[in-house]
């Protein structure tokens, strides 16, 4: 939608990797390193497919200090992860990696802070109820783009990079390689 919206055609495929089977393998411990491997091992899984077109893989990791989120499972993890960042700043790590037969063109990390507010069981439950089987489509219970946006105090960031795409450094490199018309 965001590529769409800034006039880019695209066509989602899934890349159809396992995320954590990759993530176990490698030896990245950090968020932003984890988040860049998996949208590389995305892009290049992609691109093995579809041989001379430029691929965009995408992912994000959620880290509060040393702990790392992963999307929840349903409701009760959606539950479990909002009631422990509930009050708490955290950070969200949202990658982007251009492929193009198989070579990486372009990669870029940008991390976005963002502070949740305090929240009571019984307000995490009211959010759940209204947000309904999407919060355990993101990471960390929670969409910014719709009602999630009512649990936050504070976003120290780029809105794209929250949103799961850093579109200004993506739009930059396609600039650079004369891709978009302007």
Known sequence: MLLENAGIDAEAIPAGIDERAVQAA?????????????????????????????????DQTLALGDRLFNKPHGRAG???Q???????SHQLHSAIVVARDQTILFEHVAVAGMTMRALSESEI?????????????????????GLGVHLFEHIDSDHFAILGLPLLPLLGFLRSRN???F
């Open 26 to 58: 490698a030896s990245a411990t950090a968020p932003s390193d984890i988040a860049a491997l998996l949208a590389r091992e995305k892009a290049l899984a992609v691109s093995a497919r579809r041989p001379g077109r430029h691929v965009i893989g995408a």
């Open 78 to 80: 959606a539950f479990e």
């Open 82 to 88: 909002l009631r422990v960042l509930a009050g708490h």
């Open 125 to 145: 439950s009211d959010y759940l109820d209204a947000a309904g089987d999407a919060v355990a489509a993101s990471v960390g219970g929670y969409q910014l783009e």
């Open 179 to 181: 891709l978009l018309a």
